[in-house]
């Protein structure tokens, strides 16, 4: 499996962007997806899942939207009124299928065995 995510750059706080990650060798809307993040110093976080409903960190809340695109074989992570803090690298990752009869625990990055190498997002105040 191998994951590439894009649509990260430069945005002014309380702009927009929307990320997207491709998979090939897998079919996402079959699996598990997460977006993470992780900011100079500081460790990945989770931002974002997805199994059969979303799920969102406390600090996107309100902001970002996790959603398939099953026919593009690719998720986006919509991003709105961004912050400053949300400046980092940003990661897609998925792991097990949706059958499975395992317990989803989408903060935890030990669900997603297989990562995208990363995309920058910089939000200037």
């Known amino acids: 499996v191998q994951l590439q995510a894009s649509g990260g750059g430069l945005v002014q706080a309380g702009g927009s962007l929307r990320l997207s990650c491709a998979a090939s060798?897998?079919?996402?809307?079959?699996?598990?997806v997460g977006w993470f993040r992780q900011a100079p110093g500081k460790e990945r976080e989770f931002v974002a899942g997805?199994?059969?409903?979303?799920y969102y960190a406390d600090s996107g809340k309100g902001r970002f939207t996790i959603s398939r695109d099953n026919a593009k074989n690719t998720v986006a992570l919509q991003m709105n009124s961004l912050k400053p803090e949300d400046t980092a690298v940003y990661y897609c990752?998925?792991?097990?299928?949706?059958?499975?009869?395992?317990?989803?625990?989408?903060?935890?990055?030990?669900?997603?065995?297989?990562w995208g190498p990363g995309t920058q997002v910089t939000v200037s105040s």
């Open positions: 990752a998925t792991g097990g299928p949706l059958s499975s009869s395992a317990t989803y625990s989408p903060r935890n990055p030990r669900e997603y065995a297989n």
């Open positions: 060798g897998r079919t996402f809307s079959n699996y598990i």
């Open positions: 997805i199994r059969w409903m979303p």
